[in-house]
């Protein structure tokens, strides 16, 4: 046993540089103690979640702090698991729109949309999509760019104790709401979409309406813009706070708002159109660094350019009145013809009546492509579209049968939450919430 005085030792800890481990030596524990009191040391674990509001979801983030500095940061999902993907495999080609819709619940078109465009493209009926179709795939996927990005900004501002920031962004979605709500018949999920078009075209004085709340939804994006963005307490919450430089966001497969933030222009609406995209005029917004206040500044900017890409289709859709909205082949064609009344949307009463009364083959073709589904030809497909918080993708394979044999989703807030470590680590733990809001993830998608 040594005989050595009673003393302990600073020594540095071989698994990292920054915390030393304390030897004991034949010792005394009160000294130890007052040595550690005197150096000042407090590092600690907090579990941010995995229930907490500023996580959009379900969330659990393990921090190790040393005092209020971040030292590490990981993020723990797959506590909203739904089971989405393997769910798809054992429904119709057709039925899985139900179940991409439901997945990052603030954007449900996006995931209908790129879902939908797979399956298109494995029929190689891409170019069979009726025109006016897909005018208003991009205005719905439009107005849902909107909505997620003012639900981001209000949330955000919420988190930091701005109320008032949360209130106007749900008056605009509100507003974007009752125009889903018109055109589709609900405000959320809406299984609009459907493979060769889109389910029903837009309500009699549709476009009047959307022309009547879009004024509203650019008065309270700029209200909210005049509330922050020049705002001295905002400015100093946000500017170089969660900086992440261009080079980290590619190594982590970053897309969306935080990499045009960092200067690079890089949308799929320019440089891969898909739904007739190329038609319009519209700017990618970008900045010079990817801090949380250029993450908003592009978010607002990406707002008015969607604002101007909603006036140009509702334009196209004036001209194109009465034109299909779904694909001429009846094997694929979706069969209901639905109206929207007091109570709610329902089959047309005058197709019914047509089925039942005159059309026994309407009937019989109805039943058989609602039940058994269309087939797919032998293959595998990959389709990316913008989603508002980044690249979104869809890998289907189909063993030419009536339902996908593998289907998977590339969703952007899961590969988003990525970047969390590289925007906090080294940083403070309030500047966590900061963060993490910008990533702006939902959970729902990231889960699935």
């Not at 038609?279 to 801090?291: G, L, N, R, T, W």
């Amino acid at each position: 046993m040594s005989e050595s005085l009673p003393h302990a030792t600073r020594a540095m800890n071989p698994q990292s540089d920054e915390y030393p481990e304390f030897e004991a030596v034949g010792g005394d524990w009160g000294k130890i103690v007052t040595e550690v009191e005197e150096l000042g040391e407090e590092h600690i674990v907090v579990n941010l979640g995995p229930v907490h509001p500023a996580t959009h979801g379900v969330l659990r983030v393990q921090l190790e702090l040393d005092g209020e500095n971040v030292k590490e940061a990981r993020a723990a999902t797959g506590f909203l698991h739904t089971g989405i993907e393997k769910s798809m495999e054992y429904r119709t080609w057709q039925q899985g729109v139900a179940f991409a819709t439901r997945m990052d619940y603030i954007t449900p078109i996006f995931q209908e949309v790129a879902y939908c465009l797979a399956v298109e493209k494995l029929l190689g009926v891409t170019d069979q999509i009726p025109q006016r179709a897909s005018a208003i795939r991009v205005l719905l996927m439009e107005l849902g760019r909107i909505n997620s990005h003012v639900v981001a900004i209000g949330s955000l501002g919420n988190e930091m104790g701005g109320t008032t920031m949360m209130t106007l962004g749900f008056r605009a979605r509100e507003d974007l709401l009752r125009i889903f709500e018109d055109i589709t018949g609900l405000r959320m999920n809406h299984e609009f979409i459907r493979v060769g078009g889109v389910l029903e075209d837009l309500p009699e004085g549709g476009i009047e309406y959307i022309r009547e709340l879009l004024p509203k939804v650019r008065n309270t994006l700029s209200e909210m813009e005049d509330l922050t963005m020049q705002n001295p307490i905002f400015k100093l919450r946000h500017v170089d706070v969660g900086v992440s430089p261009l080079s980290s966001l590619m190594a982590l497969s970053m897309t969306g708002p935080s990499v045009r933030a960092a200067g690079l222009p890089w949308d799929l609406r320019k440089t891969q159109p898909y739904c007739g995209y190329e038609k319009y005029e519209f700017d990618i917004p970008v900045a010079d660094k990817a801090d949380a206040y250029n993450r908003v500044k592009v978010r607002y900017a990406e707002c008015y350019q969607s604002l101007r890409i909603c006036y140009q289709v509702l334009d196209e859709l004036e001209r194109t009145a009465g034109e299909p909205v779904m694909i001429a082949d009846g094997k694929l064609a979706w069969p209901a013809k639905l109206s929207i009344s007091a109570d709610g949307q329902g089959q047309s009463p005058e197709h019914v009546k047509d089925m039942l009364n005159d059309s026994m083959e309407s009937l019989i073709h109805h039943f058989k492509l609602v039940t058994e589904g269309f087939r797919v030809p032998a293959g595998q497909v990959f389709q990316m579209i913008e989603h508002p918080k980044g690249l979104l993708g869809v890998h289907l394979v189909s063993d030419g049968g009536t339902r996908p044999y593998r289907a998977h989703f590339r969703d952007a807030s899961f590969n988003n939450l990525q970047s969390l470590a590289v925007m906090t680590e080294g940083g403070l733990l309030a500047d966590v919430i900061i963060a993490l809001a910008n990533i702006d993830p939902v959970m729902g998608g990231v889960d699935r």
